[in-house]
């Protein structure tokens, strides 16, 4: 089978070997088993590869270099005018050759494989909506009309679109999905975690303002304030590394709020390992990959109801989720630091929860996805 994969993904050239973000590499790897060829019709980015970027393990694969492009600006705007013609061009003869036509979404890159898919109604596809599924989240005008293409069982044919979330009146071709990290023989005893000591949270993302970094180091300097004894281990970077470095510096947060950059997995592991809290006061998700691996690994998740979370949360049975407004998250936060049974009960609901999506079951889900 040849599997075409359009994407909005920027991918790096090393060594004849192709490399992109690892979490997406990785659940592409996965997709790849069951496939002969792959062709990867993406940007090209000139960075170096980093902590975060991993490479396809696939023996055979066709990569067909596009530009990139935003509608961000005027100047983007006019650019993306002159450049859609050659990228449509380049993603119909990928899907015009593949057996299996694999879009991932949303994205500049996955709209226009919205409309070319259109052209090949008998040819058997799939989607990845990577974003957040919900019909009443406020979302760019490119996300909206991404999400209605795909819905569309008239437009969008032989195709089965995987979201996060359970959502009502949907499409009979939206289908429930998940995405995950670790497999079966990962799921090893937890370590012990009381609330006595030192208390670890632990934030994994981008450091942007739509992953509001700093409303973490706010709330974990607001529970030192009150006398708890709690540190925040932050793993990333991004925009705004400088701007959490000023704060910590002007409040003297150093011994509190720690920058650990980007690791690797095998470091985040041992991360969510030794923490007690996973925190993200995200704006939008999808599925929050740093919520799953830490609940996977007994850390209480403290988490924005954004998109699938309150479903990964049970609405409040496994985690905590965040209001948005710093008295009230404290008055939650202090309420399970001051009752150990309830910590712990959460705790383990939510290591319980988590340790059922693997990446053996994700692969059996693929399978049944390209061979049905």
């Keep these: 089978m040849k599997f075409a994969i359009i994407t909005h993904v920027p991918h790096i050239v090393a060594q004849n070997q ?17 496939v002969a060829e792959l062709i990867i019709v993406a940007p090209v980015s000139l960075f170096k590869k980093s902590e975060i970027d991993v490479s396809y393990t696939h023996s055979n694969i066709k990569f067909v270099p596009i530009d990139a492009f935003d509608v961000l600006t005027f100047k983007g705007i006019a650019r993306t005018i002159l450049k859609t013609p050659k ?22 890159i996955g ?22 599924w919900d019909p009443k989240a406020k979302q760019p005008w490119s996300y909206r009309l991404q999400k209605w293409i795909l819905s569309n069982t008239f437009l969008t044919r032989n195709m089965q679109v995987l979201v996060y979330g359970e959502w009502p009146n949907q499409t009979k071709n939206i289908k429930s999905f998940f995405t995950a990290t670790y497999k079966n023989h990962d799921r090893l005893p937890l370590l012990s975690k009381v609330l006595k000591g030192t208390i670890t949270f632990v934030f994994v993302g981008t450091l942007v303002k739509g992953k509001n970094p700093l409303y973490a180091v706010h709330l974990v300097s607001e529970l030192f304030q009150k006398g708890h004894n709690v540190v925040l281990r932050i793993y990333g970077e991004g925009e705004q590394r400088a701007l959490l470095e000023q704060y910590i510096l002007k409040h003297k947060l150093e011994g509190i709020i720690v920058l650990e950059g980007n690791q690797n ?48 949360l049970d609405y409040g049975n496994r985690g905590v989720l965040l209001e948005m407004n710093l008295e009230n998250d404290i008055r939650q936060l202090e309420a399970v630091l001051d009752d150990e049974s309830c910590f712990q009960m959460m705790s383990k609901k939510g290591s319980d929860w988590a340790r059922t999506y693997t990446l053996d079951v994700f692969e059996s889900e693929i399978k049944k996805l390209l061979h049905s």
């Design 111 to 132: 709209l226009l494989g919205c409309f070319v898919q259109m052209l090949f109604p008998s040819k058997p596809k799939t989607a990845k909506y990577a974003g957040n």
């Design 265 to 312: 997995q095998e470091i985040l592991k041992k991360a969510y390992q030794n923490s007690h809290f996973v925190v993200l006061p995200s704006e939008s998700e999808g599925w929050p990959k740093a919520i799953a691996e830490g609940m996977f690994w007994g850390c209480l998740p403290v988490a924005t109801a954004v998109s699938c979370v309150p479903f990964m």
């Design 18 to 34: 192709y490399f992109a973000y690892a979490p997406y590499v990785r659940e592409m790897n996965v997709w790849a088993k069951q």
């Design 87 to 108: 990228i449509s061009w380049q993603i119909y003869k990928a899907m015009r050759s593949a057996d299996h036509i694999h879009l991932r979404c949303p994205g500049n």
